[in-house]
């Protein structure tokens, strides 16, 4: 039984639960990594082979091992019951991990998402970002979420925008190209907590 950390979140229209290492979640998301457009603006814009895909997604589940918390994978959902629509294909992810870029503070905790091409334009990166932020500072405590962005994907910041982040700073991501960081402090975090963030 999943506690309340790992439980799947539901959303209108999105069931977002914690990567399964097995082969369906293996094999969505070498899809999503092989697609150039999906890839432009993540890390040097340019795919991965499935191996280095599914490097990726075994590091993404040690990480809910070591954390509590981690990446979620998106799957549309079915007729409002809760249950996933068509097969359960995985259609992207969104999610929390500790933050690896340079120019953030000790202890910052990333908020992301990667969505399917043909699911683009539908909000879903939105919906899902809405819906892990609220349970990030609501039941994670979590102090601050922050993103990177580079500064042509335009799709990415104005997701950062709705969900209440600000621009904090512009600096080098760890692939030495120019990237934006955005920040958004937990309102329900007490001055001390954020402070033990910094």
Known sequence: MADA????????RLLLRPFHDDAGDRDAYAALCADAEVMRYIGMGETLTREQSSAQLTRFVEHWTQH????RAIVERGGGDGTPGGDGTV???VGVMRAGQPGVRAGDVE?????ARDRWGRGY???GARAV????F???RL???VAFVRPGNAGSMRVMDKLGMRLEKEGLCNYGRPMRIYALDNPLASATDRGAAR
């Not at 950390?5 to 209108?12: G, I, K, M």
């Open 5 to 12: 950390a790992t439980a799947p979140l539901l959303t209108e």
């Open 68 to 71: 509590g918390y981690g990446l």
């Open 91 to 93: 259609v992207g992810f």
């Open 111 to 115: 908020i992301g998402w990667r969505l």
């Open 125 to 127: 990166a939105t919906e």
């Open 133 to 136: 932020r609220d349970h990030a």
């Open 138 to 140: 609501a039941q994670l």
């Open 143 to 145: 102090a601050r979420l």
